[in-house]
């Protein structure tokens, strides 16, 4: 299995960006789809991004398109999420997961990191 480990949260102002990254090691990274997932108190887990192994694919939920971007950085084995326009509702433990699947099928993620938290004050 691929080990993953994010970094890059912390807490913002509404309206500010973060930058999330996830740095994969133990298998080739470019085997793999990767994607970020999130989850606030006393909710479940939620897709928010993924990219497909060359990167040249990606896919989103619509609470994330416009604002956030996945990219990856196949020769530094790493995916980021780049957020902007944060809001309080994007407060939430934030996932990186990879997949030997495709991008649209999100019970493929089977691989996790430890998660990062993003908090978003009013």
């Known amino acids: 299995q691929v080990q993953l480990v994010e970094s890059g949260g912390g807490l913002v102002q509404a309206g500010g960006s973060l930058r999330l990254s996830c740095a994969a090691s133990g298998r080739p990274f470019s085997n793999y789809v990767m994607g970020w997932f999130r989850q606030a108190p006393g909710k479940e887990r939620e897709f928010v991004a993924t990219?497909?192994?060359?990167?040249?694919?990606?896919y989103y939920a619509d609470s994330a398109k416009g604002r956030f971007t996945i990219s990856r950085d196949n020769a530094k084995n790493t995916v980021y999420l780049q957020m902007n326009s944060l809001k309080p509702e994007d407060t939430a433990v934030y996932y990186c997961?990879?997949?030997?699947?495709?991008?649209?099928?999100?019970?493929?993620?089977?691989?996790w990191g430890q998660g990062t938290q993003v908090t978003v004050s009013s």
């Open positions: 990219i497909s192994r060359s990167g040249g694919s990606t």
């Open positions: 997961a990879a997949s030997s699947s495709s991008i649209y099928y999100l019970e493929g993620f089977g691989s």
